[in-house]
């Protein structure tokens, strides 16, 4: 009876393990769905020879809630709210990314305050993104301390947010044509208040792992990957540039406004974990740069474009205009409707590279709508860096590649 | 910009008829190829210098025919191009040379168009369900499966359904 199920399994995996699993020499080990160390659902199947890793078959789809079959049956502008979803930690960037596809295939007018915001949530977002991304790598490298000191310094972020939106995360304010309302007195104090706490901050955590003999012995030489490898493999973000390319699509492509802004683009040149960890602790520095510069450039004027034909009118409005009643019946019943045509939009995640491919049909409803998430394909890249290692070596390489199954597997 | 147009052209010139359209449409350029000219089109923009594959997906048209249009998205990352190419397939059978000898990166991404639209992609390396259980049947992003709520149960109908439902019955 137990062969017969040993037997099955064996068959399944006839094409994704070597020959030596097979025969008996080596063990397969499940880490499964529900682990501690695989920041989220993720199962992978490893081949081990005692604890070296010979082979690794990532197993993904346990968190696929069918995003892009759902944004289908819901208008555009509802739709929207299934993308806070995907990428869980970068909430506001997923937005922007749907909201910048949307805008161009109908080709509307965003205004410059709106972008200017846009901007500066996206990169309070991105902070928040490596926050996290800090605190659970260290967390998986035993470094608990760090773990809870990121979680403090993201409840001021998620307090902003909350201010803003009326959500810490899933907060749905960046809407096509602007954003959703105007910044709330008080948010350029709470932002200040941010801006000079953190850096010294990022020096506390710098000060506990950066030179930490204990974290250089578990990270340096681990999971390493050169830039056309990493290329080929389609890794893109922090991951890249911890390779040695400076290539960040703020810089060579940038949108929403991100030309205006003064910042640089951290590389480092080896391509291992260590780097990914310094790359990512700069990018925090220079988003926090971003933020206090657009803090101090903020235009006045509308928040949101003013054609009524795709944005609702404020509510304010409807006692005493007809056309306002009219638009905004048929913008919060039927929705406004996209051209025939597709448009491909890639955004920088913290991450990596997030695209939106979104095809209008004429109608109200997106005909498709196709997220590149950068996690998934990330994750591609596992096997290839983690053959060799030990376990507790994987477990800081997946940590330092950022995955989040909710981006893998929308 | 001027990139990806002069690359187009460039591919134009190599395959000549096997690229059957091509297109701007907000300041984004599409060529329409023909399904047997993917992995020519492919080695020759990758040469040149496009070395990402920033997105392989699909779209389901039904019930328009040809059914299906697999969309790739190549990008440069020296010169800023972004070149997109669509193919389109029909219904019956649909497949398309799998490019993954060429972008390694392409694997999941096929695998995710073969799990959701069931287009099969001779070549590949590896080519099997990736998002959905390995053993499920259907291909839940064509426009033909349904988005699955589940049946209201009446007390006209309740047997009936509750026969083909599936939930743990002994």
């Known amino acids: 009876m137990l062969e017969a199920q040993m037997e099955v399994t064996v068959d399944e995996l006839k094409g994704l393990v070597s020959q030596r699993a097979i025969d008996g020499e080596t063990m397969i080990l499940n880490m499964g769905p529900q682990h501690p160390s695989t920041h989220g659902v993720l199962r992978l199947l490893l081949e081990l020879d005692g604890e070296t890793v010979v082979s690794c078959v990532p197993d993904i789809g346990f968190l696929h809630t069918g995003i892009e079959k759902n944004m289908e049956a819901k208008t555009y502008e509802k739709a929207l709210v299934m993308t806070d979803r995907m990428d869980y930690l970068n909430n506001l960037g997923n937005n922007l990314c749907y909201c910048l596809a949307i805008e161009t295939l109908v080709e509307l007018d965003v205004p410059p305050r709106a972008q200017m915001v846009r901007v500066l949530l996206t990169e309070l977002t991105r902070i928040a993104s490596h926050l996290v991304w800090l605190g659970t790598h260290a967390l998986d490298l035993a470094a608990m301390s760090v773990f809870l000191y990121t979680w403090r310094e993201r409840e001021v972020l998620l307090d902003i947010f909350e201010m803003c939106s009326g959500q810490r995360m899933m907060t749905s304010y960046f809407r096509p044509g602007g954003i959703w309302r105007d910044l709330p007195s008080g948010f350029e104090e709470a932002v200040q208040q941010f801006i000079d706490l953190f850096p010294d901050r990022i020096e506390e955590y710098e000060n506990l792992l950066t030179e930490n003999p204990l974290y250089i012995d578990r990270t340096k030489g681990i999971g390493v990957i050169s830039s056309s490898q990493a290329l080929e493999i389609g890794l893109t973000g922090p991951n890249l540039r911890a390779t040695g390319l400076p290539f960040d699509l703020r810089k060579t492509r940038p949108y929403s406004g991100y030309e205006q802004f003064d910042f640089e683009v951290p590389t480092a040149s080896n391509g291992d974990t260590y780097d990914r960890y310094i790359v990512r602790m700069e990018e925090m520095r220079q988003s926090l740069r971003i933020v206090q510069q657009a803090l101090v ?114 | 910009m001027s990139s990806a147009k002069t690359s187009l052209a460039a591919l134009q010139q190599e395959l000549e008829d096997r690229v059957l359209d091509s297109f701007e449409f907000r300041n984004q350029i599409t060529a329409v190829l023909l399904p047997d000219s993917i992995v020519d089109a492919c080695e020759f923009l990758r040469q040149r210098d496009f070395d990402l594959l920033i997105a392989l997906t699909a779209s389901d048209h039904w019930p328009e025919e040809p059914r299906f249009e697999i969309v790739y998205q190549l990008y440069s990352t020296q010169t800023d191009a972004l070149l997109g190419i669509s193919v389109f397939l029909d219904g019956e059978e649909p497949h398309i040379q799998s490019i993954d000898a060429i972008y390694p990166n392409a694997n999941w991404h096929e695998r995710e168009v073969f799990d959701m639209f069931g287009i099969d992609f001779p070549g590949s390396s590896d080519l099997r369900r990736i998002i959905m259980p390995h053993d499920w049947e259907g291909h839940p992003l064509r426009r033909d499966y349904p988005l699955g709520y589940e049946e209201v149960q009446f007390t006209f109908n309740f047997d009936e359904i509750d026969q083909r439902k599936k939930y743990a019955k002994d």
Request: charged share 20%.
């Open chain 1, 297 to 410: 450039k903020m235009p006045e004027g509308p928040f949101r474009s003013d054609n009524r034909k795709f944005v609702p009118p404020p509510r304010s409005e409807l006692g005493h205009s007809m056309e306002a009643v009219i638009h905004h019946f048929k913008l919060w019943t039927e929705g406004f409707s996209a051209p025939k045509g597709a448009v491909y939009i890639p955004v920088e995640s913290p991450r990596g590279i997030l695209g939106c491919y979104l095809v209008g049909d004429g109608g109200p409803m997106p005909r498709r709508v196709h997220f590149r998430t950068p996690s998934f394909a990330n994750l591609q890249a596992l096997p290839m860096l983690a053959k060799g290692h030990l376990v507790a070596d994987l477990v800081a390489i997946i940590s330092s590649l950022d995955p989040i199954l909710g981006d893998v597997d929308r």
